[in-house]
């Protein structure tokens, strides 16, 4: 009877606040256009979270991304030496 539906939101930690406020405040219309939608007994109760795994896997690879950058900019140096 409840479901946990976990979003993702590429923004400042405000602006995350922002839309999660947003969906917590529709939650009533979206379970009742699930509940016009899909044909199940009972409509779950549903709760927005961040999902901050998918959040933290971006901030990893922005940093590998990052290294690499540096590293091909070193190789050019020497090169360039």
Do not use: C, S, W
């Amino acid at each position: 009877k409840y479901a946990d539906i976990f979003v993702t939101i590429f923004n400042d930690k405000d602006q995350q606040k922002k839309a999660l406020k947003g969906l917590k405040n529709a939650t009533k219309f979206i379970r009742g256009e699930l509940g016009k939608d899909l044909k199940l007994r009972y409509v779950p109760n549903i709760e927005f979270m961040i999902d901050e795994d998918l959040e933290h896997q971006y901030k990893l690879l922005k940093i590998i991304t990052e290294i690499d950058d540096q590293q091909l900019n070193l190789k050019k140096d020497k090169n360039n030496e």
